[in-house]
């Protein structure tokens, strides 16, 4: 799977799904690094076929009233350290990639997974 991870998450979380057989950019990486606007990570999104990985809710709010990005996971987590973070991820990336397979849209906060379809 492909992915897009947004500039108020770890460079680190890309780098967990990368190193667990995904493709996986942040948006440091970008020429405007983390001050790419959302519309530009949106259309690269679509371009490519990423996935969106954010905590920002205009992306929510483009996914819910335009149908764009047409997927995405949302981090509910609140204030949490990196490291907990990438746990969550390391202990439940395959059922993260199964729901985000076969639904739209995904929240993941600290004790679980809520999948909209």
Known sequence: MKFIVDAQLPKSLSHLLNYSGHDSV???????QNNTKDSEIIAL??????IIITK???????????????KLI???TGNIKNSEL???FENNIGLIIKS???NSLIEINRTELIVHS
């Open 26 to 32: 942040h948006t440091i990486d970008f020429p405007e």
């Open 56 to 70: 920002d809710s205009d992306f929510l709010e483009s996914f819910l009233l335009k149908g764009i990005p047409q």
């Open 45 to 50: 999104s679509e371009k490519e076929g990423r």
């Open 74 to 76: 949302m981090i509910n």
């Open 86 to 88: 990438l746990s969550i």
């Open 100 to 102: 985000i397979e076969e």
